[in-house]
Protein backbone atom coordinates (compact mmCIF):
# COMPACT_ATOMS: atom_id res chain seq x y z
CA UNK A 1 0.00 0.00 0.00
CA UNK A 2 1.11 3.62 -0.76
CA UNK A 3 -0.30 5.49 2.56
CA UNK A 4 -2.16 7.42 0.28
CA UNK A 5 -5.45 9.18 1.18
CA UNK A 6 -8.48 10.69 -0.34
CA UNK A 7 -12.08 12.06 -0.21
CA UNK A 8 -14.36 11.13 -2.43
CA UNK A 9 -17.40 13.62 -2.99
CA UNK A 10 -20.35 12.75 -5.50
CA UNK A 11 -19.36 9.16 -4.85
CA UNK A 12 -22.45 7.33 -6.05
CA UNK A 13 -22.10 3.39 -6.27
CA UNK A 14 -18.39 3.69 -5.76
CA UNK A 15 -16.99 3.18 -9.20
CA UNK A 16 -14.32 5.53 -8.69
CA UNK A 17 -13.36 5.18 -5.36
CA UNK A 18 -12.83 1.61 -5.85
CA UNK A 19 -10.49 1.95 -8.38
CA UNK A 20 -8.54 4.45 -6.39
CA UNK A 21 -8.60 1.59 -3.63
CA UNK A 22 -7.41 -0.72 -5.91
CA UNK A 23 -4.62 1.81 -6.83
CA UNK A 24 -3.54 1.95 -2.98
CA UNK A 25 -5.04 4.91 -1.66
CA UNK A 26 -7.25 4.93 1.31
CA UNK A 27 -10.32 6.92 1.58
CA UNK A 28 -10.70 9.02 4.55
CA UNK A 29 -14.61 10.11 3.47
CA UNK A 30 -17.22 9.78 0.92
CA UNK A 31 -20.46 11.64 0.54
CA UNK A 32 -23.14 11.18 -1.62
CA UNK A 33 -27.01 12.43 -1.58
CA UNK A 34 -28.75 9.26 -2.86
CA UNK A 35 -29.92 7.14 0.19
CA UNK A 36 -29.29 4.20 -2.07
CA UNK A 37 -25.73 5.12 -2.87
CA UNK A 38 -24.87 5.39 0.41
CA UNK A 39 -26.42 1.74 1.13
CA UNK A 40 -24.28 0.75 -1.45
CA UNK A 41 -21.38 2.09 -0.23
CA UNK A 42 -21.82 0.74 3.06
CA UNK A 43 -23.10 -2.74 1.88
CA UNK A 44 -19.76 -3.12 0.29
CA UNK A 45 -17.19 -1.36 2.19
CA UNK A 46 -18.96 -1.27 6.22
CA UNK A 47 -15.48 0.14 7.08
CA UNK A 48 -15.74 3.02 4.82
CA UNK A 49 -16.49 6.45 6.34
CA UNK A 50 -19.43 7.77 4.13
CA UNK A 51 -21.97 10.34 4.71
CA UNK A 52 -24.93 10.87 3.41
CA UNK A 53 -25.12 14.42 2.49
CA UNK A 54 -25.20 16.81 -0.57
CA UNK A 55 -21.74 18.16 -1.58
CA UNK A 56 -23.02 22.01 -1.38
CA UNK A 57 -24.52 21.40 1.97
CA UNK A 58 -20.79 20.03 3.11
CA UNK A 59 -18.88 21.65 5.58
CA UNK A 60 -15.40 20.56 5.55
CA UNK A 61 -14.76 22.51 8.95
CA UNK A 62 -16.95 19.47 10.65
CA UNK A 63 -15.24 16.75 9.40
CA UNK A 64 -11.88 17.25 9.81
CA UNK A 65 -10.77 14.02 8.52
CA UNK A 66 -11.28 15.55 5.37
CA UNK A 67 -7.96 18.25 5.67
CA UNK A 68 -4.41 17.35 4.10
CA UNK A 69 -5.59 14.57 1.76
CA UNK A 70 -3.54 13.52 -0.97
CA UNK A 71 -6.58 13.39 -3.39
CA UNK A 72 -9.87 14.96 -3.82
CA UNK A 73 -11.84 13.26 -6.63
CA UNK A 74 -15.07 13.66 -7.84
CA UNK A 75 -17.30 11.39 -10.20
CA UNK A 76 -19.47 14.67 -10.84
CA UNK A 77 -23.14 14.18 -12.69
CA UNK A 78 -22.78 14.92 -16.29
CA UNK A 79 -22.52 19.17 -17.00
CA UNK A 80 -24.42 19.72 -19.86
CA UNK A 81 -23.30 21.67 -22.64
CA UNK A 82 -24.27 25.63 -23.54
CA UNK A 83 -27.32 24.29 -25.85
CA UNK A 84 -29.21 23.28 -22.60
CA UNK A 85 -29.02 27.02 -20.81
CA UNK A 86 -32.26 27.82 -19.52
CA UNK A 87 -34.06 24.61 -19.18
CA UNK A 88 -35.01 25.12 -15.00
CA UNK A 89 -31.95 22.47 -13.96
CA UNK A 90 -29.58 23.42 -16.51
CA UNK A 91 -27.20 24.88 -13.59
CA UNK A 92 -27.20 21.69 -11.12
CA UNK A 93 -24.30 19.62 -12.54
CA UNK A 94 -22.10 22.84 -12.90
CA UNK A 95 -23.21 24.10 -9.60
CA UNK A 96 -21.75 20.82 -7.83
CA UNK A 97 -18.39 21.12 -10.56
CA UNK A 98 -18.14 24.70 -8.84
CA UNK A 99 -18.51 23.47 -5.53
CA UNK A 100 -16.40 20.40 -5.95
CA UNK A 101 -13.46 22.94 -6.94
CA UNK A 102 -14.11 25.41 -3.82
CA UNK A 103 -13.60 22.43 -1.38
CA UNK A 104 -10.32 22.40 -3.01
CA UNK A 105 -9.38 25.60 -0.72
CA UNK A 106 -10.66 24.18 1.94
CA UNK A 107 -9.19 20.76 2.29
CA UNK A 108 -6.26 21.24 0.31
CA UNK A 109 -5.28 17.78 -1.06
CA UNK A 110 -1.96 17.40 -2.92
CA UNK A 111 -3.96 16.21 -6.44
CA UNK A 112 -7.47 16.61 -7.64
CA UNK A 113 -9.45 13.89 -9.97
CA UNK A 114 -12.63 15.54 -11.37
CA UNK A 115 -14.45 13.01 -13.98
CA UNK A 116 -16.93 14.21 -16.55
CA UNK A 117 -18.35 14.17 -20.11
CA UNK A 118 -15.44 13.98 -22.59
CA UNK A 119 -15.90 17.78 -23.65
CA UNK A 120 -14.96 19.52 -20.19
CA UNK A 121 -11.34 18.61 -21.12
CA UNK A 122 -11.27 20.61 -24.88
CA UNK A 123 -14.78 21.28 -26.32
CA UNK A 124 -15.43 25.31 -26.36
CA UNK A 125 -18.78 25.03 -25.18
CA UNK A 126 -17.03 24.54 -21.74
CA UNK A 127 -14.19 26.96 -21.54
CA UNK A 128 -15.61 28.71 -18.89
CA UNK A 129 -15.67 26.04 -16.43
CA UNK A 130 -12.19 24.99 -17.09
CA UNK A 131 -11.04 29.05 -17.14
CA UNK A 132 -13.10 28.74 -13.71
CA UNK A 133 -11.27 25.80 -12.44
CA UNK A 134 -7.71 27.76 -13.24
CA UNK A 135 -8.76 30.70 -11.80
CA UNK A 136 -9.47 29.14 -8.65
CA UNK A 137 -6.56 26.95 -8.22
CA UNK A 138 -3.65 27.84 -10.09
CA UNK A 139 -3.13 30.63 -7.35
CA UNK A 140 -3.31 27.71 -5.27
CA UNK A 141 0.20 26.41 -6.60
CA UNK A 142 -1.45 23.80 -9.13
CA UNK A 143 -0.92 22.92 -12.11
CA UNK A 144 -3.22 21.23 -14.48
CA UNK A 145 -4.09 18.42 -17.12
CA UNK A 146 -6.85 17.88 -19.06
CA UNK A 147 -7.47 14.85 -21.56
CA UNK A 148 -9.60 12.51 -22.11
CA UNK A 149 -9.86 8.55 -21.58
CA UNK A 150 -11.66 5.49 -22.91
CA UNK A 151 -12.83 3.20 -20.77
CA UNK A 152 -12.09 0.00 -23.26
CA UNK A 153 -8.32 1.15 -23.30
CA UNK A 154 -8.70 -0.35 -19.96
CA UNK A 155 -10.30 -3.59 -19.96
CA UNK A 156 -14.01 -2.52 -19.76
CA UNK A 157 -15.94 -4.00 -22.24
CA UNK A 158 -17.64 -1.15 -22.76
CA UNK A 159 -16.76 2.30 -24.87
CA UNK A 160 -17.15 5.02 -22.74
CA UNK A 161 -15.21 8.41 -22.78
CA UNK A 162 -14.98 10.92 -20.05
CA UNK A 163 -13.39 13.78 -19.44
CA UNK A 164 -10.82 14.44 -16.66
CA UNK A 165 -9.32 17.31 -14.82
CA UNK A 166 -6.07 16.13 -12.99
CA UNK A 167 -4.76 19.29 -10.74
CA UNK A 168 -1.66 18.37 -9.07
CA UNK A 169 0.33 20.76 -6.91
CA UNK A 170 4.00 22.18 -8.30
CA UNK A 171 6.26 20.62 -6.27
CA UNK A 172 4.29 16.65 -7.73
CA UNK A 173 3.05 17.84 -10.93
CA UNK A 174 5.64 17.86 -13.57
CA UNK A 175 6.03 13.81 -12.39
CA UNK A 176 2.41 13.49 -13.60
CA UNK A 177 1.47 11.26 -16.69
CA UNK A 178 -2.20 10.48 -17.95
CA UNK A 179 -2.20 6.79 -17.72
CA UNK A 180 -1.49 4.52 -20.78
CA UNK A 181 -4.27 1.54 -22.01
CA UNK A 182 -3.83 -1.41 -20.36
CA UNK A 183 -5.23 -3.51 -22.85
CA UNK A 184 -4.10 -4.34 -26.66
CA UNK A 185 -7.26 -6.03 -27.32
CA UNK A 186 -10.72 -4.61 -26.01
CA UNK A 187 -12.54 -6.59 -24.10
CA UNK A 188 -16.28 -7.67 -25.60
CA UNK A 189 -20.15 -7.95 -24.47
CA UNK A 190 -19.78 -11.63 -25.34
CA UNK A 191 -16.84 -12.62 -23.54
CA UNK A 192 -17.95 -10.71 -20.44
CA UNK A 193 -21.63 -11.63 -20.82
CA UNK A 194 -21.31 -15.36 -21.74
CA UNK A 195 -21.34 -16.75 -18.29
CA UNK A 196 -23.69 -15.39 -16.77
CA UNK A 197 -26.26 -15.58 -20.25
CA UNK A 198 -25.56 -19.20 -19.72
CA UNK A 199 -25.53 -19.90 -15.85
CA UNK A 200 -29.72 -20.67 -16.13
CA UNK A 201 -29.67 -23.58 -18.97
CA UNK A 202 -30.05 -21.00 -22.03
CA UNK A 203 -29.09 -23.54 -25.00
CA UNK A 204 -28.32 -20.68 -26.77
CA UNK A 205 -25.75 -18.41 -25.11
CA UNK A 206 -22.23 -19.79 -26.57
CA UNK A 207 -24.06 -18.76 -30.23
CA UNK A 208 -25.44 -15.32 -28.17
CA UNK A 209 -21.83 -14.99 -27.14
CA UNK A 210 -20.01 -15.12 -30.12
CA UNK A 211 -21.93 -13.27 -32.12
CA UNK A 212 -21.36 -9.95 -29.68
CA UNK A 213 -17.82 -9.35 -30.40
CA UNK A 214 -17.76 -5.74 -30.04
CA UNK A 215 -17.54 -3.41 -26.49
CA UNK A 216 -20.52 -2.24 -25.37
CA UNK A 217 -21.99 1.01 -26.26
CA UNK A 218 -21.90 3.85 -23.02
CA UNK A 219 -24.48 2.85 -20.66
CA UNK A 220 -26.44 5.81 -19.41
CA UNK A 221 -28.50 5.66 -16.42
CA UNK A 222 -30.74 8.68 -16.89
CA UNK A 223 -32.59 10.86 -14.18
CA UNK A 224 -35.21 10.28 -11.18
CA UNK A 225 -37.16 12.29 -13.62
CA UNK A 226 -37.60 9.63 -16.04
CA UNK A 227 -39.33 6.93 -16.37
CA UNK A 228 -37.92 3.02 -16.22
CA UNK A 229 -34.61 2.24 -17.31
CA UNK A 230 -33.19 1.77 -20.72
CA UNK A 231 -29.45 0.83 -22.14
CA UNK A 232 -29.53 4.49 -23.72
CA UNK A 233 -30.46 6.92 -26.45
CA UNK A 234 -31.59 5.65 -29.77
CA UNK A 235 -28.07 4.87 -31.31
CA UNK A 236 -27.15 3.18 -28.60
CA UNK A 237 -30.40 0.77 -28.67
CA UNK A 238 -29.59 0.58 -31.96
CA UNK A 239 -26.13 -0.57 -31.97
CA UNK A 240 -27.45 -2.91 -29.10
CA UNK A 241 -29.94 -4.75 -31.74
CA UNK A 242 -26.61 -5.61 -33.64
CA UNK A 243 -25.99 -7.80 -31.34
CA UNK A 244 -29.08 -9.35 -30.32
CA UNK A 245 -29.97 -7.22 -27.45
CA UNK A 246 -33.26 -5.38 -26.68
CA UNK A 247 -31.93 -2.01 -25.54
CA UNK A 248 -35.40 -0.62 -24.77
CA UNK A 249 -35.40 -2.02 -21.30
CA UNK A 250 -33.49 -4.28 -18.56
CA UNK A 251 -33.94 -7.13 -17.61
CA UNK A 252 -34.75 -8.76 -14.45
CA UNK A 253 -33.42 -12.30 -15.18
CA UNK A 254 -30.84 -13.71 -17.52
CA UNK A 255 -32.46 -16.31 -20.45
CA UNK A 256 -33.53 -19.47 -19.12
CA UNK A 257 -33.52 -23.01 -21.05
CA UNK A 258 -36.61 -22.47 -23.18
CA UNK A 259 -36.27 -18.62 -24.58
CA UNK A 260 -36.21 -18.31 -28.08
CA UNK A 261 -33.32 -15.94 -29.12
CA UNK A 262 -34.06 -14.99 -33.24
CA UNK A 263 -33.79 -10.95 -33.22
CA UNK A 264 -35.65 -11.34 -36.60
CA UNK A 265 -38.83 -12.10 -35.00
CA UNK A 266 -38.69 -8.91 -32.82
CA UNK A 267 -37.34 -7.09 -29.77
CA UNK A 268 -39.37 -9.97 -27.39
CA UNK A 269 -37.11 -12.57 -29.12
CA UNK A 270 -34.10 -10.48 -28.08
CA UNK A 271 -31.59 -10.98 -24.62
CA UNK A 272 -32.38 -8.62 -21.99
CA UNK A 273 -29.33 -6.99 -19.69
CA UNK A 274 -30.19 -7.66 -16.26
CA UNK A 275 -28.78 -4.88 -13.95
CA UNK A 276 -26.05 -7.36 -12.62
CA UNK A 277 -24.49 -7.40 -16.44
CA UNK A 278 -24.46 -3.80 -16.98
CA UNK A 279 -22.74 -3.69 -13.58
CA UNK A 280 -19.99 -6.16 -14.99
CA UNK A 281 -20.21 -4.25 -18.14
CA UNK A 282 -18.96 -1.25 -16.06
CA UNK A 283 -16.12 -3.12 -14.96
CA UNK A 284 -17.89 -3.71 -11.32
CA UNK A 285 -16.52 -7.26 -9.86
CA UNK A 286 -19.51 -9.71 -9.61
CA UNK A 287 -19.12 -9.36 -5.80
CA UNK A 288 -19.94 -5.44 -5.72
CA UNK A 289 -23.70 -5.32 -4.78
CA UNK A 290 -25.42 -2.84 -5.77
CA UNK A 291 -28.67 -2.12 -3.60
CA UNK A 292 -32.44 -1.02 -4.83
CA UNK A 293 -34.76 -1.91 -6.88
CA UNK A 294 -33.88 -2.68 -10.56
CA UNK A 295 -34.38 0.88 -11.96
CA UNK A 296 -32.38 2.81 -9.14
CA UNK A 297 -29.35 -0.33 -9.44
CA UNK A 298 -29.44 0.32 -13.32
CA UNK A 299 -29.49 4.35 -12.52
CA UNK A 300 -26.61 3.82 -10.04
CA UNK A 301 -24.62 1.83 -12.38
CA UNK A 302 -24.81 3.72 -15.36
CA UNK A 303 -23.52 6.89 -13.59
CA UNK A 304 -20.71 5.08 -12.10
CA UNK A 305 -17.06 5.14 -13.28
CA UNK A 306 -15.81 1.89 -14.16
CA UNK A 307 -13.29 1.13 -11.57
CA UNK A 308 -11.01 -0.13 -13.71
CA UNK A 309 -10.75 3.58 -14.82
CA UNK A 310 -10.54 5.14 -11.77
CA UNK A 311 -7.50 1.88 -11.06
CA UNK A 312 -5.55 3.86 -13.90
CA UNK A 313 -6.53 7.75 -12.94
CA UNK A 314 -5.43 6.42 -9.02
CA UNK A 315 -2.03 4.92 -10.51
CA UNK A 316 -0.53 7.79 -12.42
CA UNK A 317 -1.92 10.20 -9.68
CA UNK A 318 0.03 7.39 -6.87
CA UNK A 319 3.17 7.55 -9.52
CA UNK A 320 3.26 11.48 -9.69
CA UNK A 321 2.62 12.11 -5.25
CA UNK A 322 5.41 9.22 -4.38
CA UNK A 323 8.14 10.55 -6.44
CA UNK A 324 10.89 12.90 -4.38
CA UNK A 325 9.64 16.21 -5.43
CA UNK A 326 13.27 17.26 -5.93
CA UNK A 327 14.16 14.98 -8.04
CA UNK A 328 13.37 16.24 -11.56
CA UNK A 329 11.21 13.40 -13.84
CA UNK A 330 13.00 11.03 -16.50
CA UNK A 331 11.96 12.74 -19.70
Not at 161 to 169: D, F, P, R, S, Y
Not at 292 to 300: A, L
Amino acid sequence: MSGLTFVDVCSGAGGLALGLEQAGFDPRLLLDDDELAVSTLRANRPHWNVLHTDLMDFDPSEHPVSHDVDLLSAGLPRVKSSATVGRPDSDVEERLLTAAIYLVHAIRPRAVLIENVPGLANSDAYQHLRDFARAELAHLGYEFSWFVVNAVDFGVPQNRKQGVLIAIERPWAAAFRPPSPTVRQPATVGAVLGPSMASRGWRDAARWAAQADRPAPTLVGGSKNRGGADLGPTGAKNTWATVGVNGHTVGDEVPDVDFVWDPELGRDHMVKITAGQAALLQGFPETWEITGRKTSRYRQIGHATPPPVGRALGRAVAAALVRDPSVPPAG
